[in-house]
């Protein structure tokens, strides 16, 4: 490396310094043209039930994020090299109040991206993006999949499959339906997908039940601690095979010392380690990954050190790896 080269990687690697973007890539208005858009996507009118901050998560990653343009040794691949990674800067939500239209300009959004064969890794909000964005980018009409459905990697510590209520709180695709409408209406194939670190004492006895009659298979965090965090790669290993997946990462999986910042903690159980959730989505690592989220960041009660941020970009880097990995691969 040149001197001057490491002059630049000094300053482009300190958080503080410059224009805050995620990872300090470009801002591109019209992504249609690069190999992957990192997108805001600033909405929290889909979790009336809890604090209603998660629509700042996006300002909050772009403000940390900078000290992640590294290299990400655990894939070995440096995904600004390998590809074309710009911040697409944020989904807008003219209706933000307005749950069940936000989602409809979310998937909008994220169509044109898949129209485009651009693949996105976007940073939330509350978790009904997660179907506004699979909406777009997933199922019978979706370029990315090539007209498949998806597999999901869900990582939670909630199902967010309750399709017996109509509604939560007044919103019909909230972040507590996105996982049970996505299936039913043919975006996420659940015998292919699997929902991990579910956790906290529930509402009803058959909690589970909603993800059982969709058909996913649940790894609750209780027992990926009987049987193993290894056990628990190769079950989603063998379900997802080589099917378009997509990766969704709920912070509340966490365990709330390592994430505060998130809008449904639950303490009474531990949550994951950083070292845990690592070694899964390594694993992921040549599977089809066409995208993926970071979902649930508050950044109004995160500590004073934005630990839960700086979390935030750590996983988000290691989706973008993965996809750029999955995209070298098919060159
Ligand atoms: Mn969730």
């Known amino acids: 490396m040149s001197s001057k080269d490491k002059l630049t990687m000094m300053m482009e690697t300190s ?5 805050p973007t995620f990872f300090r890539c470009p801002v591109e208005k019209d992504p249609t043209k690069c190999d992957i858009a990192l997108v805001g996507v600033p909405h929290s009118s889909g979790n009336g039930s ?33 590809c074309d990674i710009v911040d697409a800067g944020d989904v807008p939500l003219p209706e933000a109040l307005d749950n069940e239209k936000c989602v409809e300009r979310i998937t909008d959004f994220f169509l044109k991206l898949s129209n485009a064969g651009v693949n996105p890794v976007s940073m939330g909000g509350d978790h009904g993006i997660t179907g506004g964005i699979l909406q ?5 009409k979706a370029n990315l999949t090539n007209g498949k459905k998806a597999a999901i990697l869900h990582f939670d510590a909630h199902l967010d499959s309750y399709h017996h209520l109509e509604h939560w709180m007044g919103a ?8 049970s409408y996505l299936v039913r209406n043919g975006h996420v194939d659940a015998k292919k997908s699997v929902q991990i670190g579910i956790r906290g004492n529930t509402r ?14 649940v790894l609750t965090k209780k027992r990926c601690e009987e049987i193993g965090i ?21 912070l509340d999986c966490l365990d709330p010392s390592v994430a505060p910042g998130v809008s449904n903690p639950e303490p009474a159980f531990d949550g994951f380690r950083m070292n845990e959730v690592m070694k899964v989505l390594h694993s992921m690592k040549g599977k089809n990954v066409i995208g993926g989220d970071v979902v649930c960041l508050m950044p109004t009660i ?30």
């Open 15 to 19: 958080y503080w310094w410059g224009i």
């Open 50 to 82: 809890t604090l209603r901050d998660q629509h700042l998560g996006p300002r909050a990653v772009r403000n940390v994020s900078a000290l992640a343009r590294k290299l990400n040794n655990a894939l070995e691949i440096s995904p600004w090299e390998t």
């Open 136 to 140: 777009g980018i997933a199922g019978e």
């Open 172 to 179: 019909k695709k909230s972040a507590a339906h996105w996982a």
């Open 204 to 217: 009803t006895w058959d909690w589970l039940e909603p993800s059982y009659e969709l058909g996913y298979e």
């Open 230 to 250: 290894e056990a628990c790669i190769d079950i989603i290993n063998r379900r997802i095979g080589d099917a378009p997946l997509y990766v969704t990462f709920d």
């Open 302 to 331: 995160d500590s004073p050190n934005n630990i839960t941020a700086y979390v935030a970009t750590a996983i988000m880097f290691e989706i973008l790896s993965l996809v750029a990995f999955n995209k070298k691969k098919d060159e």
